[in-house]
């Protein structure tokens, strides 16, 4: 049987820790940056882990 690919938008949005915990960018950080708080854009910047019911369906998609 073939190798699975890993899926290339889900690569690029998804990371894994040594932990195994599925991680995830936040949304609003993207345009309209000068209305932003710089409190907000520090709290906006750290990556949150991915929602337990969604993980199992990333983690086929990265292939692991």
């Known amino acids: 049987m073939p190798k699975q690919k890993t899926h290339s ?3 690029k949005r998804f990371k894994v820790t040594g932990a195994g915990k599925v991680m ?3 949304a609003n950080r993207r345009h309209l940056l000068e209305v932003k708080s710089s409190k907000r854009m520090r709290k906006l910047a750290t990556d949150q ?3 337990p019911a ?3 369906k990333v983690k086929k ?3 692991r």
Do not use: C, I, M, Y
Request: proline fraction near 7%; charge should be positive.
């Open 49 to 51: 882990p991915v929602a």
């Open 24 to 26: 995830r960018e936040q």
């Open 54 to 56: 969604d993980v199992k």
């Open 9 to 11: 938008g889900a690569k």
């Open 61 to 63: 998609l990265l292939a």
